[in-house]
């Protein structure tokens, strides 16, 4: 049995599709390949590199703005919850 050899670029776009898709399995099914091949191929790629050449400038602008969304939200939550317990308390923070 002769053993398959494949380019750099093909490579790349196998790992390409399993970040974009998010799965090894299905990726390396419609391939034609084993889901462990493909598996280290992503391992060796950087993440980094994989991440910022499939995302276009206005992807990175959309993560951007859902990572500081998802602080403010969480920023809102933490002072609902200290206004709460401040309320509850013996009356000192309510009457200001």
Request: hydrophobic share 35%; charged share 35%.
């Amino acid at each position: 049995m002769n053993k398959r050899v494949y380019d750099d670029s093909f490579k790349k776009m196998a790992v390409d599709l399993t970040i974009s898709r998010g799965s090894i399995k299905e990726v390396a099914e419609e391939l034609g390949i084993n889901q462990s091949l493909l598996s280290k191929w992503k391992q060796r790629q950087s993440p980094l590199t994989a991440v910022s050449v499939t995302l276009s400038e206005d992807q990175k602008m959309i993560k951007k703005l859902q990572r500081e969304l998802k602080n403010a939200h969480l920023e809102r939550d933490i002072l609902k919850k200290a206004v709460g317990i401040f309320s509850k308390g013996d009356g000192r923070y309510s009457d200001l």
